[in-house]
């Protein structure tokens, strides 16, 4: 974290030294694990730079993110004024970190250069939020994120409300990509969010750093627990990473429709293109069960 002293106070930051060059980002945490998520470069200067010009290069930081925080402030207003009747992202205290894309260009002299665009995580232009969610599968979700706080001692209050504000932001603000003919996933922060086709059905929603984190289709769930009581979201999980970790799998199809697929105690898991969720899991031998699957799961 970069030192400040009383006449010059920044912004909680993280630094890295790195082939000559320091580069600073400020980072936030997951709302529910408050596991840190570096979510903005604020800039970079040459070693010798930073060394010899401290106090000048913590202004420019300073400088930058108060105005990235000025946009983002602005946006966050225009959203609260909207029209009654339409739902916001965030309560006014859960404004959101704005984001910055930042990339790094060299210049003749070969000086790496930042060039940031502020993408803020509130949008003043898209006023209309999407409200009118299926939320049939929303209840379990709930109930595994409260499973997950308990373990982090996290103080949110997580209800329905508090899973529509993740997927709101997810849809608006996440990394959107198509992994099967019906589903899409989205990445915003540390959530994993599967959505059908409409966008209008939320299917499952994660809190993870794990980047390949496993999420499984609820009707996956919803046949195979009829057919043993072993099997329910989070054995299912476990016994997919096992199956991920100990055999190999076969694919089918191409593009966003292409499917990996894996046969593991005596269970047929097959994952959609993003080979992280499970959209179809048949098994025609529970005798083969670990037998401890509950415990693993845990």
Known sequence: TVPSSDDEKVPEVRVWHYRGFVYIAQHSTCQLTHAPQLVTLL??????????QYAQCVAQVRQRFNA???VAKMAATTTTANAPGTRTFLNASETPVPTVNASLRHSSSGRSIVSAVSAVSASSSDSSSNSNYHTIYVKPIIERMKQQQQLSQSSSVIDSDYVLRIVDNAIKHGRK???SKRTFEFKWDAFTVIMSKSLRTILDVVCSTDP????VHPDVVSIVSKKSSQLQYRTIQALAKWAKTSVSFITKKNDYRQQFIYEYCGCRFVFASNHATIVEMQCSDFSALPIRLDTAAN
């Open 43 to 52: 800039d970079a200067f040459e070693l010798q730079q930073f060394n010899n």
């Open 68 to 70: 990235v925080a000025s």
């Open 212 to 215: 390949d984190v496993i999420t």
């Open 177 to 179: 990509r198509q992994i």
